[in-house]
């Protein structure tokens, strides 16, 4: 089954703790991206990539990293998480630009 | 840059209404146009898609038509079930990297 699978959906982390969330595609897609959804601001891309080694800063990349090491596995890493980036934490991929992408289920992020 | 804006919920409607959502856009170039939905507890879906103007999207008992003279392109369901609560973005997409732009969202609830 096609699918974009993200680890964990759910977490619960303090200030500081650095935390990785995984996103891997079964789809051989070029491009994937990490979006994260705010009440009333829909979605905002984080960081993108548009193939292995390859990424760039979305709209709002402020404390986030990521890493493109295989095609398959694109993780966001949170080096020192911060209460404003509690979220609802999407990771999306597409075959190109243009093309609809799929998601993957979420990952609810609460940081204290 | 590209914006997209949507008319903002709850939206309430009984059983079998009609259902429209408004989207506009702003964008510099050719966008593909996009509705995605989101039930409650899960990621994003491609509800349909629209490539170039004039295009007509449909899905489910959903349509859509991409309207370049009037930057456009509305959610349109004629007959709606309870099973059609959730949240709808309205969704560009241009040259740039597959990036999504997504609007605020729209939460529609259907009672019976």
């Known amino acids: 089954e096609a699918q974009v699978t993200q680890n964990p959906r759910y977490l619960i982390t303090v200030t500081g703790k650095k935390l990785t969330v995984t996103c891997s595609q079964n789809?051989?897609?070029?491009?994937m991206s990490w979006y994260r959804q705010d009440p009333g601001l829909g979605l905002r891309q984080i960081y993108y990539?548009?193939?292995?080694?390859?990424?760039d800063k979305g709209d709002v990349p402020e404390g986030y990293k990521v890493s493109r090491k295989e095609k398959r596995n694109f993780p966001l890493i949170l080096e020192s998480p911060s209460p404003n980036q509690t979220s609802l934490y999407f990771c999306?991929?597409?075959?190109?630009?243009?093309?609809?992408?799929?998601f993957g289920q979420g990952t609810r992020l609460t940081v204290v | 840059g590209n914006s997209v804006t949507q008319m903002e919920g709850p939206v309430t409607l009984s059983e079998e209404a009609f259902l429209t959502i408004n989207c506009t856009y702003t964008?510099?170039?050719?966008?593909?146009l996009f509705w995605y939905v989101q039930y409650p507890g899960e990621g994003l879906q491609l509800l349909l898609k629209?490539?170039?103007?004039?295009d007509k999207g449909s899905n489910k008992g959903f349509e859509a038509t991409y309207r370049k003279e009037t930057t456009s392109f509305h959610l349109e369901k004629g007959s709606v079930q309870v099973s059609d609560s959730a949240v709808y973005f309205c969704?560009?997409?241009?040259?740039?990297?597959?990036?999504?732009?997504f609007g605020a969202g729209t939460q529609v609830v259907v009672t019976p």
């Open positions: 999306a991929s597409s075959l190109s630009d243009r093309r609809e992408a799929f």
């Open positions: 629209a490539t170039k103007a004039d």
């Open positions: 789809m051989n897609h070029e491009y």
């Open positions: 964008a510099t170039g050719y966008p593909s």
């Open positions: 969704a560009l997409s241009d040259s740039s990297w597959g990036k999504l732009q």
């Open positions: 990539s548009m193939n292995v080694e390859v990424t």
